[in-house]
């Protein structure tokens, strides 16, 4: 399995990183990266990986101005694309078919092969705009996943609600991780 990561520069590339660490550890899946610009600063603000580390955590990395990459083709197969996280600016672009980096342009390819596309959406409040793209997007197939917490599973850290979101978005690609915790109805204590 070929799944396209991306990290752009809303808030919140720990999803991205964590995503990433997670999909190293299972060996039929191959990560191909795509840090936008914006994506390396903020990732470089919020928190404590290097560049490097997060590159080695991935089997393929590409420049985002790269849009002769093989992956910016239908031809090459991949099963899905993961943005984690998709800033407003992200997913604008790809609703209007922008195309002008290589995100933009994996996801216009994603789209177009009517391949998986989860997007782990960065904003709040939003605004008429951000929501319109969403439907917009969710309307063609794409996987809306705002990267909201859960607290049936009662995180005690910010590691464990971060760690469930990252699950949980994989478990959209069809892989079954035991470390899910899911819902399993209201029980009494």
């Excluded at 998709?86 to 922008?98: D, N, P, Q, V």
């Excluded at 929501?131 to 996943?145: D, F, P, V, Y």
Aim: charged share 20%; glycine share 6%.
């Amino acid at each position: 399995m070929n799944v396209i990561v991306s990290i752009t520069g809303a808030t919140g590339s720990i999803f991205g990183i964590r995503i990433l660490e997670i999909l190293k550890d299972i060996k039929e899946v191959k990560t191909h990266l795509i840090l936008s610009s914006w994506g390396k600063k903020t990732l470089e603000a919020e928190t404590n990986y290097t560049m490097e580390e997060v590159e080695q955590l991935a089997d393929f990395i590409y420049e985002t101005a790269d849009l002769g990459a093989r992956i910016s083709s239908g031809s090459f197969q991949v099963d899905a694309m993961i943005i984690a996280p998709c800033s407003m600016k992200t997913l604008a672009s790809i609703r209007i078919g922008l195309a002008d980096n290589l995100v933009s342009r994996a996801a216009d390819v994603i789209l177009k092969e009517r391949r998986k596309l989860i997007l782990l959406t960065r904003e709040t409040p939003l605004n008429t705009i951000h929501l319109e793209n969403m439907l917009a997007l969710s309307k063609m197939g794409t996987i809306i996943l705002p990267p909201m917490p859960a607290f049936y599973n009662n995180p005690q850290t910010i590691n464990d609600i971060v760690n469930h979101i990252a699950y949980r978005t994989v478990d959209q690609l069809g892989i079954i991780l035991p470390n899910l915790k899911r819902w399993d109805g209201l029980r009494e204590k």
